[in-house]
């Protein structure tokens, strides 16, 4: 049991959470949350159900990490596990359509909660997001959720999770680097996650390290100003497996470059184990050294396509499935139709109307869903991506995709270039120099005059005109 103290501390931090994030969400999501013991440096709270414990630890854990060593330096983390309501009467009102899918740990139909059943990832209920800070604290942390587990496998991206877990379950180093590539929210950082998770969890005795690459950048940076540059490359050079996400952002920055080279050629000729991800194929990168992009082709390139209509199907069920929700299949089906872009919007998406439902009484339709959404919903009907330009334009012309980045001046390769910047500036919300730096770190005054040029010819060349509007029309189908 905590003591006087301790409880004291754990009652200051409630009230700090009330006053920030409002009466109404604290009632709901973090008044029913107990402190159970602190030890070791580490506050350990209790959830009454799976779905309490989920959402505060993706939305609240940080503040309550931050508050609580305000007050106690001694303690650094928090975590929240899943327990029985201390009282009989502190139960969570369910909208009419949350129902129970499972007899563990969620709302039922009257509103009480089901005593929770044991977990099924006791090796993670605990640390929650800030999971594992461990490794001399470089490397980031790890969030629960993103285990292979919780992976939802399809078509666009069966072949990346394939190889993730050959990689994780090997003893040795099936591949070196593996190097993992798509668009935003499309599952990169969710299986590099799963792999840091299982090598953790099945052989403790290798050291992980998980960070992004502009966390190795800064941690460079501070070497090199406090002239310790010796500890930095003992730290990265002596880890069995190292994990950068996000390695374009080096882009440009050559010293950064430089010493990334070096760390991954000395890991390599130990045979431990790199693992990359970044928005582009490594031959596509920009601004990185012809050495490194070479180096980071090397080994197995495994792409994450945009997701298909059934895999995004399959996201929604096995979320709802996973929190112990049920959503009309409408619902699912139309939230699946609509929130194409990416997997972190369509759960955001998801999230939202979960939270509507449950904070406002109100019951989960259709009609519903368009209410609480209609903002983003009006954002992904006119939603074009760059990339998706660049291949319409490049296959309605008959050039290559990297014809629109490259230096060449033909009018066969310079007119498309130019009705696709024209294109990007109509239908996307990016600036000008955004634009540019999409087509070959252009400089924005090449966009504007692209623009000039194709607004001009609308007007007098019918052939071209035309080829604008069909271009027009099918990016926005």
Known sequence: MPDDHTKGIWQGVREKLRAEFGATAFRYWLDPVQLIAVEAGVARLGAPTRAMRDWVS?????????????????????????????????TRPASPAV?????????????????PQPLRN??????????????????????????????????????????????????????NPLFLYGGVGLGKTHLMHSIAWHIRRTQPHRTVIYLSAEKFMYRFIRALRDKNTVDFKDQFRSVDVLMVDDVQFISGKNSTQEEFFHTFNALVDQGRQIIVSADKSPSDLEDIEERLRSRLGSGLVADIHA?????????????????????????????????????????????????????????????????????????????????????????????????????????AVA?????????????????????????????HTTVMHAVRKVEELHGCDPSLCEDIDLLRRMLES
Do not use: C
């Open 415 to 443: 007119r498309p270039r130019q009705v696709a910047m024209y294109l990007a500036k109509q239908l996307t919300t990016h600036s000008l120099p955004e634009i540019g730096r999409k087509f070959g770190g252009r400089d």
């Open 307 to 411: 997701t298909t209509y059934e895999l995004r199907l399959g996201i929604l069920e096995s979320k709802a499935e996973r929190q112990g929700v049920q959503l009309p299949q409408r619902v699912m089906e139309f939230l699946a139709y609509k929130i194409t872009s990416n997997v972190r919007e369509l759960e955001g998406a998801f999230n939202r109307v979960l939270a509507h439902a449950q904070l406002v009484g109100r019951e989960i339709s259709l009609e519903m869903v368009q209410d609480v959404l209609h903002d983003l919903l009006r954002a992904s009907e006119r939603r074009v991506s760059v990339d998706e330009i660049q291949k319409k334009v490049a296959e309605h012309f008959n050039i290559k995709v990297s014809d629109m980045h490259s230096a060449r001046r033909a009018r």
């Open 122 to 175: 006791p090796q993670i209920s605990g640390r929650s997001v800030i999971a594992s800070m461990s490794d001399d604290g470089i490397s980031a942390a790890l969030d629960p959720r993103y285990t292979f587990d919780n992976f939802v496998i399809g078509k666009p991206n069966e072949f990346a999770y394939a190889a993730a877990r050959r990689l994780a379950e090997a003893e040795s180093v099936p591949f």
């Open 99 to 115: 129902k129970k899918s499972r007899p563990a740990g969620d709302v039922v139909a009257t509103g009480t909660v089901a005593p």
């Open 58 to 90: 993706q939305h609240y854990l940080d503040r309550i990490q931050a508050f609580w060593h305000a007050d106690d330096s001694n303690v650094h983390f928090a975590e929240i596990v899943v327990v029985a309501p201390a009282t009989g009467n502190q």
